[in-house]
């Protein structure tokens, strides 16, 4: 199977498995915990609803695969530290957006892990990609060129600190600055 990620509105309501069940008018099946947290699920970008109550399609998820995958529009950005202080991931939505950050360091050499979130540096790459978008347009103007070129220049020092790093072999950790 190939990997993609998903991009969707829903509705949340906390609903342990057991309620939702009960709510779908099924019966808990025997190997199933009732009491296991969750929500129900709504898509509100899904044509087909499969509940009378409801114009999305519900379905029920557990409460910490849930919580992994969505975040609140529009929640203030969460900024995690690990024990040492050092920065650990955390959160930043917005309507139309959501950014999980890299949470840890990826490590070096055999030990490198593979990216668990986003880092500033593709970030800032896909918003120079959306206003170049305009500017291969009618929309062209000089405001989104100068921030196309400042946008460049982060982009240029951020990867400038990551070379840097590379040379003082503590690129992919705590160490260094």
């Known amino acids: 199977m190939e990997k993609y990620i998903g991009v969707k509105q829903v509705l949340l309501q906390p609903m342990n498995r057991a309620e939702y069940n009960f709510y779908r008018g099924w019966e808990l099946p025997a190997?199933?915990?009732?009491?296991d947290e969750g929500y129900l699920v709504e898509y509100l970008d899904s044509p087909n609803s499969n509940?009378?109550?409801h114009k999305g399609y519900i379905s029920w998820s557990p409460k910490a695969q849930a919580d992994n995958a969505y975040r609140r529009i529009n929640d203030p950005a969460v900024n995690h530290n690990d024990a040492d202080g050092n920065p650990a991931g955390g959160s930043v939505t917005g309507v139309g957006f959501g950014i999980i950050w890299q949470?840890?360091?990826l490590g070096r050499g055999k030990d490198r892990k593979e990216p668990n979130g986003a880092f500033v540096e593709t970030v800032i790459a896909a918003v120079i990609q959306r206003i170049q978008y305009y500017q291969n347009s009618k929309f062209k103007c000089r405001e989104n060129a100068l921030a196309i070129t400042k946008?460049?220049?982060?982009l240029h020092w951020l990867n400038s600190r990551t070379a840097r790093r590379e040379v003082q072999d503590v690129e992919g950790t705590h160490e260094g600055s």
């Open 31 to 35: 190997d199933e915990d009732g009491a």
């Open 51 to 53: 509940h009378p109550d």
């Open 103 to 105: 949470n840890g360091p």
């Open 151 to 154: 946008l460049e220049e982060a």
